[in-house]
């Protein structure tokens, strides 16, 4: 069974604070990503990675950097976090032989920037 | 980023009655993928599909992959409490390497 995990499922930071949402995947996938999800918003990809040390920005990049110095994390940072940035963090991978676009969601880390 | 249609936005629904969503595109996929996402939690997938006109079961949720790629449906028979949650479907262009496009979710609710 793939398996996605995130370091935490909720955290609490003050404004202006740095942020670092970890994620790691134990299956060897070589793509992963970040989403934010809001109510009335679904799912939108911050960044993704499709190898290691490569990022790719996502649809709503602005305010956030990450990191993937392994194959199997992936970091998401927030450089200052800001009260618009609370959310509902979702790291995902892919990959394998077969059926490579087929992502796995981790738990998701709930964001409260205070 | 391009969303896919999904529809309906949300569902109330008695225990025990059938239930169908479906997602369409203006774009033809390679792939369709069905998730369920609790309260709380991450999106799980339910079904995946590769292959235009197939019809993949798992349990009482069933999906099929349009005959014209722009579009998949998924059916929960029998609904049961435990069936609450938010569903999405998600696409991959035949360009590959792409990530894949996310519905904006149908929310289920079931009413025992």
């Known amino acids: 069974d793939v398996k996605v995990t995130q370091s935490s499922r909720y955290l609490v930071k003050r404004t202006g604070e740095k942020v670092f949402l970890e994620c790691v995947q134990d299956?060897?996938?070589?793509?992963m990503f970040w989403y934010r999800q809001d109510p009335g918003l679904g799912l939108r990809l911050i960044y993704f990675?499709?190898?290691?040390?490569?990022?790719e920005k996502g649809d709503i990049p602005e305010g956030y950097s990450v990191s993937r110095e392994k194959k199997e994390r992936f970091s998401l940072i927030l450089e200052s976090a800001s009260t618009n940035q609370t959310s509902m963090y979702l790291c995902?991978?892919?990959?394998?032989?077969?059926?490579?676009?087929?992502?796995?969601f981790g738990p998701g880390t709930r964001l409260t920037v205070l | 980023g391009q969303q896919l249609n999904q529809s309906p936005q949300s569902m109330f629904i008695q225990e025990g009655e059938d239930v169908s969503m479906n997602c369409t595109s203006s774009s033809i996929f390679n792939t369709w993928l069905w998730y369920k996402q609790d309260p709380g939690e991450g999106p799980v997938l339910l079904i995946a599909?590769?292959?235009?006109?197939e019809l993949t079961s798992n349990g009482r949720l069933t999906a099929q992959f349009g005959i014209t790629r722009k579009d998949s449906f998924l059916n929960i028979s029998a609904s049961i409490p435990s069936d609450v949650g938010i569903y999405f479907c998600?696409?991959?262009?035949?360009?590959?390497?792409?990530?894949?496009?996310f519905g904006k979710g149908t929310r289920l609710s079931v009413i025992a």
């Open positions: 990675s499709y190898d290691v040390k490569m990022k």
């Open positions: 299956m060897d996938h070589e793509n």
């Open positions: 995902a991978s892919s990959g394998g032989t077969f059926h490579t676009d087929t992502q796995y």
């Open positions: 599909l590769y292959k235009a006109g």
């Open positions: 998600a696409g991959q262009f035949p360009s590959g390497n792409t990530p894949l496009v």
